[in-house]
């Protein structure tokens, strides 16, 4: 069995050297990429070849990858690198990697066509200025041949040990088993069809209850299905901190020979966040790639989960970054447990990994009713002139002559705007070459050796960043919209680019991975979900029966309007009825609102009406340690309301199983905001789905109101109480989204008047 390897994966492996080094930042992104080969391929002879696909070996090994041009005329391969700024900041390792690079392939095509040596070109093309600085260096395939030995004969006893390793895990998960004596109530289905998607390598939508255990009924199948299905690598994503720890518990029960890594964010895993990430700064980032390699080796030594913890302690013992050293693990780690960003984000990692590396990667997507919003959180961005004002305040003077133009051209977006928000059609051509301007002129500034730049200039890169390459994706997906600031002085204006549906993004990854399972207990209607996350044609479905009873759960709906208008009035009912219900069983409740302020009003009356009835809030900005002594209120055998806003942190993703939680009060129907953003929303779904208000409105509200709902009954020996207070709970329609176990009666509407202690 040969190891197969891409020519990149095989250079960095081999040829990276010295620091880490981010100055030369940020890279052109991947349609600027590709623009600029084609741009430098279109200036070429007409027998120029373009992605020659090339292949060879080397004992154990099997090398493959695209050379980027061929010209045979001249007989010249050339090695094309985009960027931005000047090349005189390039670190003199990148430069090193990028020969190493060229070499393989010239040697590759020496061995393909017979050829006795070769020009090679490294071209740089500045996406900026379109500008081509060419190197070139003529090679012997004789040499070209020995350079191809040295960096395999580097690689192979690593690419021997990984061949050893994936042949001892897929005999081990082929005769994995399940951990437990036996399979929940809903969870075999449930894995059965995680195995038949991976089996005929399709995507699949999952809607099981909570409390079967999704996580482990995902996961199992999926390990098993790797060797038969040769799968490289599996990818757990979750939208939540929680998620993660589930999945690797869950992972630790199943005791698979597996490596399995854990991805934080950087801001959450950097060491030094005070200085920069390079050698000169950072002494971490020092030496680098010359500590890496005992570093990874330490690491991967015998399969175990490399946690953030784990991670940590290993690259401080090799003064080597935690952050990045995570990255490089990457490429090795069978099992992979990180955020949503890692794969569905723009330049997301582990997607790009899959790609160039031509993983089959197996995805799951952990509590997928979140992967809509947080999608769209991705594939937006906004721009505040107030911080460009700012940025300008402490730019060196050519900068502030380009954020002075920006400036112009800005305030042209809003010059005869009337109204607080307006909606434009188009991004307008002259702010966006502005825009690129001000970045390339940054780009080149943040370069430049000296002193740090000014935090206001950093953030204002970074927005304007943002804002540019989604600017270059703009389309009928997204929205362009120009809200006016209040204040003093001249009019000042926020812009936004606002994804709408991220279909178009979410799609295409979906449909790169061999197989991925989106499972959620809320995911109905399906055809919300299949149209605005782009699930590909042709995607399974399974909708897995409930393991509870209707007698576990008391259901009552009481006709009460908790609309906006109607709220004051509202507040003194149902603090009666929480009163009431509390007094007939005392015990641990949670009660869920709308907002803040509704939550506040509510649980002010009750404290009014019911002063014996302990009570405890969420509020507005609550840490990591806040959250956790919410939480700790709910004991067993312990007494109060939880007073929670509906889509927050309390609304899903916690487990209080007995009496630790038994009953939930919640206080509206969940609906989004009616606002001038949530109208256009409304409306561009309208025109492209033809549903509207269900799209925008509906079913993104009753999906809270089921998670939130979903917090009372987490096993079969569970009994509780839910309320749904709204009057819009009685519509037909809404009835008809609601879990088809529950059995719900009507309750009386409270009067306001105090329960009897």
Same mark, same amino acid.
């Given at each position: 069995?040969?190891?197969?390897?891409?020519?990149?994966?095989?250079?960095?492996?081999?040829?990276?050297?010295?620091?880490?080094?981010?100055?030369?930042?940020?890279? @052109?992104?991947?349609?600027?990429?590709?623009?600029?080969?084609?741009?430098?391929?279109?200036?070429?002879?007409?027998?120029?070849?373009?992605?020659?696909?090339?292949?060879?070996?080397?004992?154990?090994?099997?090398?493959?990858?695209?050379?980027?041009?061929?010209?045979?005329?001249?007989?010249?391969?050339?090695?094309?690198?985009?960027?931005?700024?000047?090349?005189?900041?390039?670190?003199?390792?990148?430069?090193?990697?990028?020969?190493?690079?060229?070499?393989?392939?010239?040697?590759?095509?020496?061995?393909?066509?017979?050829?006795?040596?070769?020009?090679?070109?490294?071209?740089?093309?500045?996406?900026?200025?379109?500008?081509?600085?060419?190197?070139?260096?003529?090679?012997?395939?004789?040499?070209?041949?020995?350079?191809?030995?040295?960096?395999?004969?580097?690689?192979?006893?690593?690419?021997?040990?990984?061949?050893?390793?994936?042949?001892?895990?897929?005999?081990?998960?082929?005769?994995?088993?399940?951990?437990?004596?036996?399979?929940?109530?809903?969870?075999?289905?449930?894995?059965?069809?995680?195995?038949?998607?991976?089996?005929?390598?399709?995507?699949?939508?999952?809607?099981?209850?909570?409390?079967?255990?999704?996580?482990?009924?995902?996961?199992?199948?999926?390990?098993?299905?790797?060797?038969?299905?040769?799968?490289?690598?599996?990818?757990?994503?979750?939208?939540?901190?929680?998620?993660?720890?589930?999945?690797?518990?869950?992972?630790?029960?199943?005791?698979?020979?597996?490596?399995?890594?854990?991805?934080?964010?950087?801001?959450?895993?950097?060491?030094?966040?005070?200085?920069?990430?390079?050698?000169?700064?950072?002494?971490?980032?020092?030496?680098?790639?010359?500590?890496?390699?005992?570093?990874?080796?330490?690491?991967?030594?015998?399969?175990?989960?490399?946690?953030?913890?784990?991670?940590?302690?290993?690259?401080?013992?090799?003064?080597?970054?935690?952050?990045?050293?995570?990255?490089?693990?990457?490429?090795?780690?069978?099992? *992979?447990?990180?955020?949503?960003?890692?794969?569905?984000?723009?330049?997301?990692?582990?997607?790009?990994?899959?790609?160039?590396?031509?993983?089959? *990667?197996?995805?799951?997507?952990?509590?997928?009713?979140?992967?809509?919003?947080?999608?769209?959180?991705?594939?937006?961005?906004?721009?505040?002139?107030?911080?460009?004002?700012?940025?300008?305040?402490?730019?060196?003077?050519?900068?502030?002559?380009?954020?002075?133009?920006?400036?112009?051209?800005?305030?042209?977006?809003?010059?005869?705007?009337?109204?607080?928000?307006?909606?434009?059609?188009?991004?307008?051509?002259?702010?966006?070459?502005?825009?690129?301007?001000?970045?390339?002129?940054?780009?080149?500034?943040?370069?430049?050796?000296?002193?740090?730049?000014?935090?206001?200039?950093?953030?204002?890169?970074?927005?304007?960043?943002?804002?540019?390459?989604?600017?270059?994706?703009?389309?009928?997906?997204?929205?362009?919209?120009?809200?006016?600031?209040?204040?003093?002085?001249?009019?000042?204006?926020?812009?936004?680019?606002?994804?709408?549906?991220?279909?178009?993004?979410?799609?295409?990854?979906?449909?790169?991975?061999?197989?991925?399972?989106?499972?959620?207990?809320?995911?109905?209607?399906?055809?919300?979900?299949?149209?605005?996350?782009?699930?590909?044609?042709?995607?399974?479905?399974?909708?897995?029966?409930?393991?509870?009873?209707?007698?576990?759960?008391?259901?009552?709906?009481?006709?009460?309007?908790?609309?906006?208008?109607?709220?004051?009035?509202?507040?003194?009912?149902?603090?009666?009825?929480?009163?009431?219900?509390?007094?007939?069983?005392p015990g641990n409740y949670l009660a869920f609102f709308s907002?803040?302020?509704?939550?506040?009003?509510?649980?002010?009356?009750?404290?009014?009406?019911?002063?014996?009835?302990?009570?405890?809030?969420?509020?507005?900005g609550m840490d990591e340690a806040a959250r956790q002594a919410?939480?700790?209120?709910?004991?067993?055998?312990?007494?109060?309301?939880?007073?929670?806003?509906?889509?927050?942190?309390?609304?899903?993703?916690?487990?209080?199983?007995?009496?630790?939680?038994?009953?939930?009060?919640?206080?509206?129907?969940?609906?989004?905001?009616?606002?001038?953003?949530?109208?256009?929303?409304?409306?561009?779904?309208?025109?492209?789905?033809?549903?509207?208000?269900?799209?925008?409105?509906?079913?993104?509200?009753?999906?809270?109101?089921?998670?939130?709902?979903?917090?009372?009954?987490?096993?079969?020996?569970?009994?509780?109480?839910?309320?749904?207070?709204?009057?819009?709970?009685?519509?037909?329609?809404?009835?008809?989204?609601?879990?088809?176990?529950?059995?719900?009666?009507?309750?009386?509407?409270?009067?306001?008047? @105090?329960?009897?202690?």
């Amino acid at each position: 069995m040969s190891y197969r390897i891409a020519v990149r994966a095989l250079c960095e492996f081999t040829a990276k050297a010295g620091d880490l080094d981010l100055r030369f930042t940020p890279s @052109p992104t991947a349609l600027e990429g590709i623009e600029g080969h084609q741009r430098v391929a279109a200036r070429r002879g007409p027998g120029y070849e373009r992605e020659v696909s090339l292949q060879g070996d080397f004992e154990d090994l099997q090398v493959r990858g695209r050379a980027d041009g061929f010209d045979a005329a001249a007989n010249r391969l050339e090695e094309i690198k985009t960027h931005r700024g000047s090349l005189e900041r390039q670190p003199g390792n990148h430069r090193h990697l990028h020969w190493a690079q060229a070499k393989v392939y010239g040697h590759l095509l020496c061995q393909a066509r017979e050829l006795p040596g070769l020009t090679l070109a490294l071209v740089y093309f500045d996406i900026g200025s379109g500008a081509e600085t060419v190197f070139t260096e003529a090679w012997t395939a004789a040499d070209l041949a020995e350079h191809f030995a040295l960096q395999c004969s580097r690689f192979l006893a690593w690419a021997r040990q990984e061949l050893t390793h994936r042949a001892k895990r897929d005999e081990a998960l082929a005769t994995l088993a399940f951990p437990h004596a036996d399979f929940r109530h809903g969870q075999r289905p449930l894995a059965e069809a995680v195995y038949k998607a991976a089996s005929v390598g399709c995507c699949l939508l999952a809607q099981a209850p909570t409390g079967i255990g999704k996580t482990v009924g995902t996961l199992f199948p999926l390990l098993k299905a790797m060797p038969r299905q040769n799968l490289d690598r599996l990818f757990f994503l979750a939208a939540k901190t929680p998620g993660r720890a589930l999945a690797l518990h869950g992972l630790e029960s199943l005791a698979a020979p597996v490596r399995v890594l854990e991805l934080v964010a950087r801001d959450k895993a950097c060491e030094h966040p005070e200085l920069a990430c390079h050698g000169e700064s950072c002494p971490l980032a020092r030496g680098f790639y010359d500590r890496l390699p005992a570093a990874r080796a330490d690491a991967l030594a015998e399969p175990m989960q490399l946690t953030r913890a784990r991670v940590r302690e290993t690259a401080l013992a090799h003064e080597v970054c935690p952050y990045y050293l995570a990255q490089e693990l990457a490429r090795w780690s069978d099992v *992979v447990v990180g955020d949503y960003n890692y794969y569905f984000d723009g330049s997301a990692m582990l997607h790009a990994l899959a790609q160039t590396q031509e993983w089959r *990667v197996g995805v799951l997507v952990d509590e997928a009713h979140n992967l809509l919003d947080r999608a769209r959180g991705m594939y937006s961005a906004s721009l505040d002139q107030r911080r460009l004002a700012a940025g300008k305040s402490v730019a060196p003077p050519a900068i502030a002559k380009g954020l002075q133009a920006l400036n112009r051209e800005w305030n042209r977006l809003h010059k005869e705007q009337q109204v607080d928000y307006q909606v434009q059609a188009e991004l307008p051509a002259a702010f966006l070459t502005a825009l690129q301007r001000v970045v390339g002129l940054l780009t080149e500034h943040f370069g430049e050796p000296g002193q740090p730049p000014a935090p206001e200039l950093q953030t204002l890169f970074f927005d304007l960043l943002q804002f540019m390459r989604l600017g270059e994706t703009f389309g009928d997906h997204s929205l362009f919209d120009v809200t006016l600031l209040k204040g003093r002085g001249k009019a000042q204006s926020q812009l936004n680019l606002r994804n709408l549906v991220p279909a178009p993004f979410v799609g295409p990854r979906l449909a790169a991975a061999h197989s991925c399972t989106l499972f959620s207990a809320t995911l109905i209607p399906q055809h919300f979900h299949r149209d605005l996350l782009g699930v590909p044609v042709g995607s399974a479905w399974v909708d897995v029966a409930s393991p509870f009873a209707a007698e576990q759960l008391e259901v009552r709906l009481v006709r009460l309007s908790t609309r906006y208008a109607d709220r004051a009035a509202s507040r003194a009912p149902i603090a009666a009825l929480i009163a009431s219900r509390y007094r007939q069983r005392p015990g641990n409740y949670l009660a869920f609102f709308s907002s803040f302020d509704y939550l506040d009003q509510v649980a002010e009356a009750l404290a009014e009406l019911a002063p014996d009835v302990p009570q405890w809030r969420q509020s507005r900005g609550m840490d990591e340690a806040a959250r956790q002594a919410f939480l700790d209120r709910f004991q067993a055998d312990g007494r109060g309301i939880g007073f929670a806003v509906l889509g927050g942190s309390f609304g899903e993703g916690i487990d209080l199983p007995g009496d630790r939680l038994i009953g939930a009060f919640v206080a509206t129907l969940g609906l989004p905001q009616l606002n001038p953003v949530n109208e256009q929303l409304r409306q561009r779904l309208q025109r492209r789905f033809g549903d509207g208000y269900r799209y925008a409105y509906l079913y993104p509200g009753l999906q809270k109101v089921i998670q939130a709902a979903g917090r009372v009954i987490r096993t079969v020996q569970d009994r509780g109480c839910l309320y749904l207070i709204d009057d819009r709970f009685t519509q037909p329609e809404v009835r008809a989204l609601l879990p088809s176990w529950w059995q719900v009666e009507e309750g009386a509407v409270p009067t306001g008047e @105090p329960a009897p202690a």
